[in-house]
């Protein structure tokens, strides 16, 4: 590990004889996953719960002339079957758009579509029955009259005149389109070499393992809506649904225990869900919406359909000069809610030649409207998109001027002393340390003898290649990501901890566990603050009764931020414990310490008072302590980033892969990642982080695809033909950490989530164009499909 | 025609006896009659893997048996492996090595895991990979699955008879 | 999604699958290991009104070998195939493509009489038996019929077999002396069906062919014997007499497109896959690289 920085002094209190921060420990409660004892919303079973599937339109584009549900509703075991219309009577329709997004326009989204389906799966009817077979069997004679309607897909096309204008209200098909000029690019391209490429992205979507899961249950007799759903922000779920079913928040309860899976899937709002909490409002029972595959395919939000033209301009001794991009994206018929579907774009314009200096940039973002499936943010949002043209196009430049793809990086990354700095896009960079993590990475991967290697297969015919990206990343949002733009997502968190009768800690975190180790993290940084052994350490979260008010976790925000809330609240309780410890035994607080669930002397470490001692006292004889003395056994913290809008990261990846050039097949042999998240509050699990998103990066790279017909029907949305990576294909995958604590909190953590996603692709492509480098073929296409590759090398 | 078919198995050592509907899968009959939810479903059509289960000392999926065919038979789900003891050190690898995430695959995940280590005692990384490869996690990346099943083969090749 | 409703019947022995077979006509399904059937019924693509299950039929089960025949039950299951000794002596083209066939959970319940009288173009067996100029035995209302798998597939999901019979067993010449073998695929990830591949037996003698039969697959809607083959039967193989093979092939090939691959690339890739074969069979990496443009 590389530090960069001295640790601050403010540290210290997490630098503990008896401190878990740095240290590997084993996540709290797996063995509950690992027994199958998990608790899953889809294995949720309520009384009097009933199920409901959706009808979901067959077409991309149609009327909804007629619906004729009176045969399904006599069926066996329907309780119901609810069209668009009946349901607008219990939820409003919402419009996605953000303030701060200037232009960002979109149309009123309704829990079922009313009148109109807009992409092939919309929900058309909610069928509800006593179980879900049930209802499938109903829906098969539900008959909808459709008026099939002219489609926009092409995102191309889709702002020319003779293209039809999807919600003619709006006008065009734009949702939003942003540019950016910073420097002189025209002289900056004038005076040098110029590259350029088309960069297309093939439209993804998440995967999650647990489809999106929520059963809704309005108790009419209390009034009160209970929620649970597997989400990655609780609070903005209860928001969102006290706002469109007409209650106060404080009549909305979400719960979210095990979820499986998220990234970013599940943090946003979805239509059907809506429909779900308004159906057990209108019907006054538990109803339970449980996506199948397919549904999952056509409705979890799609990301990365991106297709950006991009520029660089490069001296003869490897000076980038410029960095110019021409971005576009359809993003299906609305634009997300509450997050958005701009957000995206948006990202790709501020990230593009993040990591260099040059200060000449141009770009430009356009984002349309299509009758497909909706887009919005999935892990890594925009970056894989960016750092993929950055990179690109750093290596098409080092190729143009004969330079090692390093060496165009040695002389062009922003230098690690050059902090604090700012992009040209106008991002904000506190420390980051490109050059240490180049240097790191060139060592762990041994890069000169891999080029000796290489060069030695090549003559045996063997084409093998080496792809760098260096990336920057995203995280700790402050309000500078939703909040300002009107958007009632939080991006403070909250962290109450709370000594009990015998000496454990209960802590409440507002942040969220979808896998990650919020759990772990959180009871690392409050046993090592407080002195109490981790196994003494329980941490509650997912659940808006029970937690403080915070963002969840999301964006690469849970380490950092909720982290901070949990240190600050602990060392408020801390100080609490010592006050009370300094009563009973007449000493001051200064004067005791708290190490291993005892009250000891500062000075010299022998063991005063036992924790669960002095918690019998404080609960049960507080009539024992001195006049006046009223402990407070409870502190409750929050935070939220001010000083810097986002706490840069930065990395870089290799990938060192084989290509046979007869088959157009690749095989990845190995891929290394240097990353630098700052303080590292459990090494293991951000290694874990990293390497699972390297996979779900390496998936874009070469299977990944929603394959739409020009009809707007999406062709593969099974698993059988939608390809994720699987464990047969990936390689093994080494990680090295340098260390810049971020200044702007006590812990110094940065996020680390989504680091591996925003560079693997990048990586791959390069090293499969390097791999091709002697048969004068570049792709600029991802996924690199055998197909993509043949048709490359000229061989079909 | 479609009417309840009655059906006697044993699952996790438990005879049981039910009616059940023709159309019912296994999975769902283990999920949601017998409320054994650890057993997963992810997708339904056999690709996933998370609602694998062993059937007469084999893996199957769960999603792709109807619970009438597996009449006369003995089927063990994740939370018979826990009880018995049987994968214990296997479970303490996955802890160890964070071999899991969301844990939604990893019921299936261990199923796998362990009917590799029963046929193969010491598999080379490679087939560890071959051996999972119909098993899908989106969140680990694998690598830290695979250790965890080569450090539990080692364990037990290294262990006396 | 969940499957619609159905009737089920555990037939109790060939006979009564038959019988039942002959009663519901095309509205049963025969359910053997149910790997192809019950995902295309959960995600309701089909909805037969009966299955009959002859999971049960112990009649149907086994591998043995008669005066010359390899004679394998149609409920024999991958997992069979592929640690039988008598598959991997006498006919250990199906023990290798069994490999490939999608995973350890599915080779467990999937059968060979399921695979063969499902008829995926894109799955490995129905190659297999083709190239291994096997026969297909039928048991029907009028008796027992034996059809060369040659023959036996008619299209895509698509056999020789009526909807009253039942597909028994499937009979192998047994290896002969100097009979080898070659088995591979293009696949995008383990376990998935194939893009394009090969079964191939071949007899060599002296460095030459004397038989040679290639049952390409995912090249068409069905498998294929390759005539394209014929060229390079008791001649010495060069490069050119092989790159004149791989037209041949080519032009003999009628690939469909899907999200995989293009007709044109599938041709390309049973080119290569031809001339690997070639160059494996007969132990001549010099061959490997003939054709390549």
Known sequence: MTVTRAPAETLSVLDRSNSYIGKTVPRPNLDRLLQGRGQYVSDLELPRMAHVVFLRSPYAHARIVAIDADAARRMSGVIAIVTGRELEAVITPWVGVLSHLKGLKSAPQHAIAVDRACWQGEAVAAIVATSRAAAEDAMEHVVVDYEELETVTDMRTALDPATPVIHSALGDNLAFERTLNAGDVDQALSDSEVVEADFVFGRHTGVTLEPRAVVADWNAAEARLTIYQGTQAPHMVQNIAALHLGLREAQVRVVCKDVGGSFGIKVHIYADEMATYALSKLLRRPIKFVADRVESFNTDIHARDHRCRGRIGVKPDGTITAFEIDDLTGIGPYSMYPRTSAIEANQVVNLVGGPYVTANYRARARVVFQNKNVMCQYRAVGHPIACSVTEGLVDLAAAKIGMDPVEIRRRNLIPDDAYPCASPSGMKFEQLSHHASLAKLLQMMDYDALRAEQAALRARNIHRGIGIASFIEVTNPSAAFYGVGGAKISSQDGVAVRLDAQGSVICQTSITEQGQGSESLTAQIVGSVLGVSMDRVRVTLGDTDNTPYGGGTWASRGAGIGGEAALQAAKALRQNILDVAAAILQSTPAGLDIVNNSIVNAVDGAPRIELNELARIVYFRPDTLPPGVQPELMATRHFVPRQYPFAFTNGVQASWLEVDTETGFVTLLKHWVVEDCGTIINPQLVDEQIRGGVVQGLGAALFEKCIYDERGQLTNANMADYLVPMSGEMPDIEIGHVVSPTQETELGAKGAGEAGTAGAAAAVANAVNDALRPFGATITEIPLTPQVILTALGRI | ?161 | MKAAAFAYARATSVVNALELLAAHGDKAKVLSGGQSLMPAMNLRLISPDILVDIGGLAELRGIAVRAGVLIVGALTRHVDLLRSPEIALYAPLLRDAVAHVAHPAIRNRGTIGGSLAHADPASELPACVVALDAMIVVRGPSGERRIAATEFFKGIYETALSPDELLVAIEVPVAGQGSTFFFQEYARRHGDYAVVGLAARAVVAAGRFTDLRLGFFAIGDRPMLAAAAGRLINASVTSALLAEAATALADELDPQEDQQATAAMRRHLATVLLRRCVAALLARPDLEAGVAR
Do not use: W
Not at chain 2, 5 to 22: K, R, T
Not at chain 2, 68 to 94: K, M, N, P, Y
Not at chain 2, 123 to 139: F, T, V
């Open chain 2, 1 to 161: 025609m479609s009417a309840p078919v009655s059906v006697s198995l044993l699952v996790n050592g438990e005879p049981i006896d039910a009616f059940v509907l023709p159309r019912l899968n296994l999975a769902d009959f283990l999920r949601e009659n017998l409320r054994l939810t650890g057993t997963h479903v992810g997708c339904e059509h056999g690709v996933c893997g998370a609602c694998t289960v062993r059937l007469d000392g084999e893996i199957v999926r769960s999603c792709l048996m109807l619970a009438v065919q597996a009449q006369g038979a003995s089927v063990e789900t994740i939370e018979g492996l826990s009880d018995s003891g049987e994968i214990a050190d296997l479970q303490a690898a996955f802890r160890e090595r964070n071999a899991l995430q969301c844990g939604y695959c990893t019921p299936g995940m261990l199923m796998t895991a362990q009917d590799l280590l029963k046929q193969m005692p010491v598999p080379d990384r490679q087939a560890i990979r071959e051996h999972l490869s119909g098993n899908y996690c989106r969140c680990t990346g694998y690598q830290a699955i695979v250790d965890a099943v080569e450090a539990t083969a080692k364990t037990r090749a290294g262990r006396p008879a």
